[in-house]
């Protein structure tokens, strides 16, 4: 993914990118274009070339309030036992 003429800032809090889209909604980046979601969390790392990557550690699940801290989630046959949640 290619994105030019966007700008973004980097010091002690984070990152940010910077632009609003007050001209046009295309003069920013839009979450919903990416695989990412607010409330993700991730970790800075360096890649074998030294390039700054952020690498996603968890994904915020907004239908059930809890951090997902990775993408398996194990099939229990819950449907067997007619169980239903409390």
């Known amino acids: 993914m290619l994105y030019a003429d966007y700008l973004f800032e980097i010091?002690?809090?984070?990152?940010l990118?910077?632009?609003t889209g007050e001209h046009s909604p295309l003069d920013m980046v839009q979450i919903e274009k990416t695989p990412l979601n607010a409330g993700d969390k991730f970790t800075l790392?360096?890649?074998?070339?030294?390039?700054?990557f952020f690498r996603r550690t968890s994904t915020w699940c907004?239908?059930?309030g809890i951090y997902s801290e990775d993408d398996t989630q194990m099939n229990l046959?819950?449907?067997?036992?007619?169980?239903?949640?409390?």
């Open 17 to 19: 990118m910077y632009n």
């Open 62 to 64: 907004e239908e059930r």
């Open 45 to 52: 790392e360096l890649d074998e070339q030294g390039r700054m």
């Open 77 to 86: 046959p819950f449907d067997e036992f007619n169980w239903q949640p409390s």
């Open 11 to 15: 010091d002690e809090k984070g990152l």
